[in-house]
């Protein structure tokens, strides 16, 4: 078993995003990734067993980063509107940024019924979501009666699917601001206090 840590793994994904990204995945050949990565090909072979096992390791890698900015932008924000307001503008900027490659890990994942991994890559970041949910709660910022757990997992499916809607839906009636607007104005409506 390759060693995770040891800043291979993470050249290689990094190169295979940025390859997929441009050649598009059919077109992308291990070749390609391994040349871009600076290692060699049986490298590759110590991390994934096949070219469509990258598909998992970069929507982890795609979340992991979203979800670590996420954190840090959210750290110092009192309020849940604030937090909430971070989340939005945090998945819509990696929606832009990745487009090709977020349409890649959901076909890849939904292929493979892959429910199971998404739940897994995910589960940090819905346990934090629902942390933030019960505080706000707590601090009656935010209607007491919530299925937290629910909700988290509700709140971050409705971000991301607004931002694939504007990004690769192509659902830009709106400028990017109002259409964040609009989504931050539903959310923050559903959960006020009345």
Not at 42 to 53: I, N, R
Not at 114 to 130: T, V
């Amino acid at each position: 078993m390759a060693n995770l840590t040891d800043g291979k793994y993470n050249l290689i994904l990094n190169a295979a995003m940025e390859v997929i990204t441009e050649k598009g995945y059919d077109k992308t050949v291990i070749s390609d990734i391994v040349k871009k990565a600076g290692v060699a090909q049986g490298t590759f072979y110590l991390y994934f067993p096949s070219k469509k096992a990258l598909i998992p390791a970069i929507a982890d890698h795609l979340l992991t980063i979203t979800f670590g900015n996420i954190k840090e932008k959210a750290q110092d924000q009192e309020s849940f509107r604030d937090v909430l307001q971070v989340i939005i503008n945090e998945t819509f900027s990696i929606t832009d940024s990745y487009k090709e490659i977020l349409i890649l890990c959901y076909s890849g994942l939904a292929i493979d019924h892959s429910m199971e991994k998404w739940e897994a890559i995910y589960s940090p970041y819905y346990d934090w979501l629902e942390d933030k949910l019960l505080k706000a709660m707590n601090n009656k910022e935010i209607i007491g009666d919530l299925h937290a757990k629910w909700t988290a997992r509700l709140i971050i499916n409705l971000i991301e699917n607004a931002a694939e809607r504007y990004y690769i839906g192509h659902e830009q009636e709106e400028s990017l601001d109002v259409y964040k607007k609009r989504v931050f104005h539903f959310i923050e409506r559903s959960l006020r206090r009345t």
